[in-house]
């Protein structure tokens, strides 16, 4: 008996690996730095917020984000048609791709990025061009550029890179920016942008203003501490962040998403002070890594990267069997995220014994 004929397409998308659980050995503390995630629970006045919106669940969510749409366009002063919503990053990325690509179409993007890239172009059928990035970790803007061709109807930055964490400067993503065709669109993935530092590194929103072939991508997954909500959103000229808006899922943004994303904003004085510890404690680790021996790239990003290569496997196999949850890619490198103090000692313990 066959069942019903599927796409084709389905032979070649790879699955999406989320991190690995904390799961310590016989019941030993054990820390998830896997996943990119705020190590921080929720503020109160957040709490208090989903709380509320707990009793309206017998109701369907605003679908249009009327409240949570003008508390984004004020805080980084943009149009309120200009900001469109999604369920988290990856599905504004998805809604992007869907907008702008058809059949064939080319999605240019650096490699090793953010692993929901080539998932998303396979799905919506487009073909992916992936650019390696420089021995040193940054993203190649002259070979992306370069790859650009009548097909290409995409381009993806993520600034800072994940999982490297390099972060493009203004004046080489500038100079960038303006050898795009104009019917190009490019995507600033800045899904890590609070956490960054150096003041080379451009603000996004700066570039999209005269650029109505720029959008960038944010999200309340990371700093805000949100990700387990799924609340993200693109800010794009009125004609693609209309098409974005198009291609949602109908109720897709939770209201309890919707409300905890609005208390979060409210709150970001308290909450930055959260993410300037967690930079702290980011250059901390970095600083650890070098003096034991490793090549860190500066990192930009809520984690620092280690390029073991064909190692890869057995270090994250040991870290697991240290109580501590990485991100490994095979034959390239491990991912770790600035987590709790005590658990990024501990990974620091283990790398400190793979070195020896």
């Known amino acids: 008996m066959t069942g019903p004929k599927l796409r084709g397409a389905l032979n070649d998308i790879p699955t999406y690996k989320p991190g690995k659980p904390a799961v310590g050995a016989d019941g030993a503390p054990a820390f998830k730095l896997s996943s990119n995630e705020n190590p921080h629970e929720p503020l109160p006045s957040v709490l208090r917020a989903m709380e509320k919106a707990l009793r309206g669940f017998n109701r369907y969510p605003d679908m249009g984000c009327s409240a949570l749409i003008p508390a984004v366009a004020a805080r980084l002063g943009v149009p309120e048609a200009h900001v469109a919503t999604g369920t988290g990053g990856v599905g504004v990325i998805q809604q992007v791709m869907q907008a702008v690509c058809d059949d064939r179409d080319q999605v240019i993007y650096p490699w090793r990025s953010f692993e929901a890239y080539p998932i998303i172009t396979k799905m919506v059928g487009a073909h992916s061009v992936q650019v390696p990035l420089t021995p040193n970790e ?25 999982p490297t964490g390099t972060a493009l400067h203004r004046a080489e993503l500038t100079e960038f920016l303006d050898r795009v065709p104009s019917d190009v669109l490019v995507l600033i993935d800045e899904a890590y942008r609070e956490f960054v530092r150096d003041p080379e590194v451009p603000d996004g929103i700066e570039l999209y203003r005269d650029r109505p072939n720029v959008a960038v991508l944010r999200t309340f997954s990371k700093a805000y501490g949100l990700a387990g909500l799924r609340v993200g959103y693109a800010v794009a000229h009125e004609p693609v962040a209309d ?114």
């Not at 490994?328 to 991912?335: K, L, S």
């Open 138 to 162: 940054y993203q190649d803007l002259d070979a992306i550029a370069a790859a650009i061709n009548d097909h290409t109807r995409l381009v993806i930055l993520c600034n800072p890179n994940n």
């Open 243 to 356: 098409a974005l808006r198009k291609m949602a899922v109908p109720f897709g943004v939770s209201q309890l998403a919707q409300d905890a994303a609005i208390a979060s904003l409210a709150a970001e004085a308290e909450l930055f002070e959260r993410v300037e510890l967690i930079t702290k404690e980011r250059g901390r680790v970095i600083d650890a890594l070098r003096d034991q021996g490793w090549t860190v790239p500066a990192s930009e990003g809520n984690f620092v990267w280690l390029r073991l290569g064909e190692r890869t496997l057995e270090f994250a196999e040991r870290a697991q069997a240290a109580g501590v949850m990485v991100r490994p890619f095979a034959g390239e490198g491990a991912r770790v995220s600035i987590g709790e103090v005590d658990g990024n000692d501990l990974f620091l313990g283990v790398a400190e014994a793979f070195r020896s």
